[in-house]
């Protein structure tokens, strides 16, 4: 069983800038994929940035040049640092992880508000 444990959600304003973190436990976690995706009311969810045990990253076309997804194998943590936020960044943000068995597991999400 893995928990995933998400913070860094808050108020921002358009222009400024999250840090998201999501740590890991009950697993090997550098064998892990991991993911943060996001869904906003009345939406489906949606991939937005994903990063394999290698550390090859994926973006969602509207998270290229903005947001950065990186891990830290010995604090167990995957980051998403979210840059140039924007009104329609709005929506409650989960963290995936993908086992090397190829079992998912879901943080409970942490909510990021863009309002001025």
């Known amino acids: 069983q893995v928990q995933l444990v998400e913070s860094g959600g808050g108020l921002v304003q358009p222009g400024g800038s999250l840090r998201l973190s999501c740590v890991a436990s009950?697993?090997?976690?550098?064998?892990?994929?991991m993911g943060w995706y996001r869904q906003a009311p009345g939406k489906q969810r949606e991939l937005v940035a994903s990063i394999t045990s290698g550390g090859n990253t994926n973006y969602a076309d509207s998270a290229k040049g903005r947001f950065t997804i990186s891990r830290d194998n010995v604090k167990n943590t995957v980051y998403l640092q979210m840059n140039s936020l924007k009104p329609e960044d709005t929506a409650v943000y989960s963290c995936?992880?993908?086992?090397?068995?190829?079992?998912?597991?879901w943080g409970q999400g942490t909510q990021v508000t863009v309002s001025s």
């Open positions: 995936k992880a993908i086992t090397s068995s190829a079992r998912i597991y």
């Open positions: 009950g697993s090997i976690f550098s064998r892990n994929a």
